[in-house]
């Protein structure tokens, strides 16, 4: 999980994955939504407590199964849901479970950092789209600056939340999410990014602490501020498909 969690009281039971946010702000999981549009059949994989699905139903008005494996999660979710299952994402068997339903959308919204195999997952979620289905998918950027800082300051720092959430076991960067992309015959349509100067992420203790010249360094490059890449992508057998 990279968004940070609210701090606000909840009449829900606590889940270190529930947060809250603007849902017309720049926020991944703002992003998602906005992306998936209005009033469909969505497929939302690792749901989690429902900080996205909440907004995907009761904004977006979609029809929304869930996949969690969770069970605390999944009391908090269901009631955000035509359906919630629950399975484990590292089986290969996982997309079997929903007997040939297809889905206008299949979201895993960080997500893919925390599965041992992300390329196989995400052949998953394409097995499961209609004729007209596109996957979108937010992942954090190892890239960016501030992880640039940690390694200078020798201290690669685990949290409960962030770009180095204690759970995540795969770390991507742009070319790595081409990869993936690849990997299971996708072509990316539309990305859009959560910029964070590194200043305004869980690491700003550290980024204050390097030299001048090793923060200007770090961020020269060019996705050094990209916190959180999200991404809207259909199978490349589409035809009139313009990638991006």
Known sequence: ????????????????????????????????????????????????????????????????????????????????????????????????????????????ADVLEHVNNPAQVLKGMVRLLNKDGAVVVSVPNVSHAAIGSLILDSNFRYGDWGLLDRTHIRFFGMKDIKKLLDAADLVAVHVEFVVKHPEETEFADIWQKIPPRSKNALLEHQHSMIYQFVVKAVPRTRANIKAV
């Open 1 to 108: 999980m990279t968004n940070t969690p609210s701090n606000q009281a909840t009449s829900e039971p606590a889940h270190k994955y529930l947060y809250s946010y603007d849902v017309e702000g720049p926020s991944a999981p703002a992003r998602v939504a906005r992306i998936v549009g209005k009033n469909k059949e969505v497929l939302e994989i690792g749901a989690g407590p429902g900080a996205l699905t909440s907004v995907l139903y009761e904004v977006g008005k979609h029809r929304v199964t869930a996949l969690e494996i969770d069970p605390t999660a999944i009391e908090i979710v269901q009631k955000y849901c035509v359906d919630v299952i629950q399975a484990d994402l590292n089986s290969e068997s996982w997309p079997d479970v929903f007997n040939g339903k297809l889905f206008d959308a299949v979201i895993a």
